[in-house]
């Protein structure tokens, strides 16, 4: 089971940290990811980890967003600098065996609202 939290209402240029907290002893074995869907638009990877730390940006969040997990506290984090409206969105983490099939094998937590004010 996984549980999102850490959203809200930011401004333009704010930073916000979102948290997905997982239930279970073998979190560490699973990769990771964090999907974000706004209004109107299809559902998109924004960052992933795998259980090796390996991670993976999809461009627009380059050099703002940073995934990282805390396997000991069985939490995966999304640390989000420089925000922009458009990154406004439902957040939602998700886990799977490997980062390519997480989109369609994973599971998933529920979504956490995050809204850049411009």
């Known amino acids: 089971q996984l549980q999102a939290s850490g959203g809200g209402l930011v401004q333009a240029g704010g930073s916000l940290r979102l948290s997905c907290a997982a239930s279970?002893?073998?979190?560490?074995?699973?990769?990771m990811a964090w999907f974000r869907q706004a209004p109107g638009k299809e559902r998109e990877r924004v960052a992933a980890i795998s259980s090796g730390g390996t991670t993976y940006y999809t461009d627009s969040v380059k050099g703002r967003f940073t995934i990282y997990r805390d396997n000991a506290k069985n939490t995966l984090y999304l640390q989000m600098n420089s925000l922009k409206p458009e990154d406004t969105a439902v957040y939602y983490c998700?886990?799977?065996?490997?980062?390519?099939?997480?989109?369609?094998?994973?599971?998933w937590g529920q979504g956490t609202q995050v809204t850049v004010s411009s």
């Open positions: 279970g002893r073998t979190f560490s074995t699973y990769d």
């Open positions: 998700a886990a799977g065996p490997s980062v390519g099939t997480i989109q369609t094998r994973g599971s």
